[in-house]
């Protein structure tokens, strides 16, 4: 079983406890779950196209924002947001395509790594992302 920091304990009493069964595969459960439906995660923003649609604008704030747009100066491939969208879906409980198709979490990590510390660019990134929730309707 994962551990996920900020996420409430199983039992707690707070309406966060929706997010309460975490295993290899990330679920959700609200009231549906009482009756036995669990989604995932993947589900509930929309499957691949929710994730695509993500993607896209996250991918969109991140060229436009001043900082984080210096990751992308060298270029990068041009199925960019197709591969990160399956990467997402991956891990929030769907199909595993990325793995399928592009290589594993140490593919990823090694993609990444070795760019020194950018905790202001890492800020903002997530901060493109938070916008990009909004953007396609998935925050709140």
């Known amino acids: 079983m994962r551990t996920w920091r900020g996420l409430p304990s199983p039992g707690a009493t707070s309406p966060a406890t929706s997010l309460i069964s975490f295993d290899s595969r990330v679920r959700v459960c609200n009231a549906a779950c009482h009756s036995g439906h669990v989604q995932t995660l993947y589900e509930r923003v929309g499957g691949a196209d929710g994730l695509l649609r993500l993607a896209s604008a996250w991918h969109a704030r991140v060229m436009a924002d001043d ?17 990160l969208a399956a990467y ?8 595993s395509t990325y793995s399928d198709s592009y290589g594993d979490e140490t593919s990823v990590v090694r993609m990444h790594s070795g760019n020194g510390a950018h905790e202001d660019m890492d800020r903002r990134a997530i901060a493109c992302f938070d916008q990009a929730l909004a953007d396609v309707g998935i925050a709140g």
């Open 67 to 83: 900082v984080v747009s210096h990751a992308f100066s060298h270029g990068f491939h041009p199925e960019h947001t197709e591969r």
């Open 88 to 95: 997402w879906a991956e891990a929030l409980g769907g199909p």
